[in-house]
């Protein structure tokens, strides 16, 4: 069955950084976009980024741009979310999920209905 199995989440101090992971298996993963998506106590999920079958195409939300990288290792069937300049209101679990659309209609629904979520990893970011 597919699984997408999120790792390096952690505590860090505003400012800092972190490399998430999401690793895939189960799937032909050349051929789903993937995302990132948070959720924050108390808050909606929020999607936070995605990435095109190749890695040629990303999208971010505005509240990221400039401090996330998102990108893609098909060899190796992961994903990764490079966060710098870590803020408080970064905090959240952080969720990564597939789906085989494109990326462009991924993007236009907002990244709801996705296929194959993860389960998540935790990111705190202490003030």
């Known amino acids: 069955q597919v699984q997408l199995v999120e790792s390096g989440g952690g505590l860090v101090q505003t400012g800092g950084s972190l490399r998430l992971s999401c690793a895939a298996s189960?799937?032909?993963?050349?051929?789903?976009?993937m995302g990132w998506f948070r959720q924050a106590p108390g808050k909606e999920r929020e999607f936070v980024c995605a990435?095109?079958?190749?890695?040629?195409?990303?999208w971010y939300t505005e509240s990221v741009k400039g401090r996330f990288t998102i990108s893609r290792d098909n060899a190796k069937n992961t994903i990764y979310l490079q966060m710098d300049r870590l803020k408080p209101d970064d905090t959240a679990v952080y969720y990564c999920?597939?789906?085989?659309?494109?990326?462009?209609?991924?993007?236009?629904?907002?990244?709801?209905?996705?296929?194959?979520w993860g389960k998540g990893t935790l990111v705190t970011v202490s003030s």
């Open positions: 189960g799937l032909t993963f050349n051929a789903y976009a």
């Open positions: 999920a597939g789906d085989g659309a494109y990326l462009y209609q991924v993007v236009q629904r907002r990244g709801d209905d996705m296929e194959y």
């Open positions: 990435i095109s079958r190749s890695g040629g195409g990303v």
